[in-house]
């Protein structure tokens, strides 16, 4: 079977898709990815939150199993945590569902934030480098360091597939006003660490922030206004701090 037809992908849209009764899901529209291999059926969740038993069910009722989590930050609408006095479900709820083994997978710079707001321990999570790869069955996750929204942001590229969390959306990119955010270190990340990422990879954000829920990096690239500026100078004057 070839990596393009083993490779399970779902795109899940909170408040919509699951946790249809959470007004602070259809509030903060995230988005929550399972990526998997189809013959193995193992599958990891991508930033879960809000709904975290429908979707191990979701990714069950597949045929798939989860057995890891890819967290790309730390920030409670994304981890679980409380999110300006509401409790959000999470990786704790994750860790806790009977016969889920789920590492949590995040970038070395991020561990300190996601274990404060989560409550997750060393032992619960898996540190990495940006190159990274993690394999899901037989499909090879890419992971990607991108800080600016957080210090340890990151994507993740899985054939053709660009996850991006909160670093870049179809129109606009992740706050660095916000603790931890650094808006040199955001330019750097969009401007030098994805130029690698091909224009027909598809992008996949981290909320619906656009009236499409993903689109190619080419066309992201040509519309999107982060993208305008033609120095590092033009890109602070506008989006720095």
């Keep these: 079977m070839a990596d393009s037809d083993r490779l399970y992908f779902?795109?899940?849209?909170?408040?919509?898709d699951f946790a249809t009764h959470d007004p602070v899901a259809r509030q903060m529209v995230n988005f929550v990815y399972l990526i998997g291999d189809r013959e193995t059926g193992e599958a990891?969740?991508?930033?879960?939150a809000y709904g975290v038993g429908e979707l191990v069910d979701l990714a069950g009722r597949d045929g798939l199993r989860i057995t890891g989590a890819l967290i790309t930050h730390y920030h409670p609408d994304h981890v679980g945590g409380d999110l300006m006095g509401y409790p959000i479900e999470g990786v704790r709820e994750l860790l806790a569902v009977d016969g889920v083994n789920a590492p949590l997978h995040v970038q070395r710079p991020e561990a300190a934030g996601l274990k404060r707001v989560t409550g997750a321990s060393d032992s619960d999570l898996v540190l990495h480098d940006s190159g990274d790869e993690v394999t899901i069955g037989s499909i090879p996750v890419r992971l990607v360091h991108t800080p600016g929204h957080t210090p340890g942001s990151q994507c993740f590229l899985a054939n053709g597939r660009l996850v991006a969390g909160d670093t870049l959306f179809l129109e606009g990119c992740g706050r660095t006003d916000l603790p931890g955010g650094d808006p040199e270190a955001m330019y750097e990340s969009l401007t030098q660490r994805l130029a690698a990422i091909p224009d027909d990879t598809v992008l996949y954000p981290g909320h619906l922030y656009s009236p499409e829920p993903s689109a190619t990096m080419g066309e992201t690239r040509a519309r999107n206004y982060v993208f305008r500026p033609r120095s590092r100078d033009q890109w602070l004057t506008m989006f720095g701090i």
């Design 10 to 16: 779902r795109q899940l849209l909170a408040g919509r």
């Design 44 to 48: 990891m969740v991508v930033d879960p």
